[in-house]
C-alpha cells in the first residue's frame, strides 16, 4: 500500500514540475460575440480566451471542449489586459509571430514575437 502512495505521490510531483511554464505559438487571434473578448487559436488547446469585458479581467486556457470542463484561469489588471489585447492585435495587424508563455505556478502570461522554433 505504501508503495502505491509513494507512486501516485511521484506522478503528482513530476506533473506539476513539468507544467510549470509552457510556451505556445498563437496561430490566429479573433473577435467573439463581445467588444471586449477574444479568442486565441493554438494548437495545444481547443479554446483560449482573453477577457476584458467581464469585471474580472482574466486570460482563461479551457484543456477540452466544454465550457463547464476543466480551465485554468490567469487573472489580469486592467492595464495587463489592454496591454495584451493591443499587442496581439498589432502583431496579427504586423503579421509578426506571436508567443504565448503560460507560467501555470505563479498565474503569469508572457507575450512577445519570438518565432515559432524559439517559442518554448
Do not use: W
Not at 57 to 63: M, P, S
Amino acid at each position: 500500500m505504501k508503495k502505491i502512495y509513494l507512486a501516485i505521490t511521484l506522478l503528482i510531483l513530476s506533473t506539476s514540475i513539468s507544467a510549470k511554464t509552457q510556451a505556445l505559438s498563437v496561430r490566429s487571434y479573433l473577435d467573439t460575440e463581445f467588444d471586449a473578448m477574444f479568442e486565441l487559436k493554438v494548437l495545444e488547446y481547443p479554446k483560449i480566451i482573453l477577457d476584458c469585458q467581464s469585471f474580472f479581467h482574466q486570460l482563461v486556457v479551457y484543456r477540452n471542449n466544454s465550457q463547464s470542463g476543466e480551465k485554468t484561469t490567469f487573472h489580469l489588471d486592467f492595464s495587463q489586459c489592454y496591454e495584451a489585447h493591443e499587442f496581439l492585435s498589432q502583431s496579427q495587424i504586423d503579421r509578426k509571430p506571436i508567443c504565448l508563455k503560460l507560467d501555470f505556478d505563479y498565474g503569469e502570461i508572457g507575450l512577445s514575437n519570438e518565432p515559432q522554433e524559439y517559442c518554448k
